[in-house]
């Protein structure tokens, strides 16, 4: 099997035989689905509505609410606030 070394700013070359395998080239996307023992990488192929089918599969245990996804939004958006205003601090120290 193929392996590949992250590098300092966090990318990887991908194995020739994968992204032949794969049909990647330049500019390709990769979506990264969570599983129990690992991650499954799946090349995102077109923007087409029926290219996505079962892309999502596995990701939510049922239907979410509106409510439900303004919630996880919100809860996002400040870790994210926290993390840049510790950024902050640190540069101007």
Known sequence: ????TL????QITIPL????ALGLHA??????IREDDGFKVVPVHGAASASLKGRF???????????DMNEAVAAE???????IKKVIKKVKA
């Open 7 to 10: 590098t300092s700013k966090g």
């Open 1 to 4: 099997m193929p392996t590949a």
């Open 57 to 67: 599969a596995g990701r939510a245990s049922g239907p979410v609410s509106i409510a």
């Open 17 to 20: 035989p994968l992204r032949t």
């Open 27 to 32: 500019g390709s996307k990769l979506d990264f």
């Open 77 to 83: 958006a400040a870790t994210q606030h926290r993390s």
